[in-house]
């Protein structure tokens, strides 16, 4: 008889555990749904929190490239004795490639130093230096 009933509150543990799994999932569609109150195939796949943390990741990409270049230039340096004068000098001696040496927008980085750090600078999105989505990135050696 105590077998019994231990089946029946593990049965009904298990279906008030899946009924609220249930009600957290559509409450969670509920509140993804787009301005006019239609899901499209991009929200039922992924979710609109989905999609923006990929936009910020992919914002913060040059970011993730750091550590990469830090030690292609430090291998030149090995190599060569001496910091590369541009990151151009990095891919002729096939420590990196164009994925590193240029911005998530296709333009290449400018090189310069300042005492022990690198500073690397692109004109961003829209292709204009001196405008407010400039890429500025520091990179102590």
């Known amino acids: 008889m105590n077998r019994v009933i231990k089946l029946i509150l593990l049965i ?9 799994y ?8 509920a509140e993804e749904k787009s301005p006019d109150h239609k899901m499209d195939a991009t929200d039922l796949m992924i979710g609109r929190g989905d999609i923006q943390k990929y ?13 990469a270049l830090r030690t292609a230039m430090n291998q030149f340096y090995i190599d060569k004795g001496r910091y590369p004068q541009s990151l151009s000098e990095l891919q002729q001696e096939n420590l990196v490639g164009t994925d590193i040496t240029h ?18 600078t692109s004109p961003g999105k829209d292709k204009q230096t ?11 050696l």
């Open 55 to 67: 936009l910020d990741i992919k914002a913060r990409a040059p970011e993730f490239n750091l550590p």
């Open 22 to 29: 249930q009600t957290l999932r559509d409450k969670r569609i």
């Open 12 to 20: 009904v543990l298990l279906w008030l555990a899946s009924y609220a």
């Open 130 to 140: 001196g405008t407010e989505d400039d890429i500025h990135l520091t990179l102590p």
């Open 103 to 120: 911005d998530p927008f296709g333009q290449p980085y400018q090189l310069r130093y300042e005492g022990k750090t690198a500073i690397l």
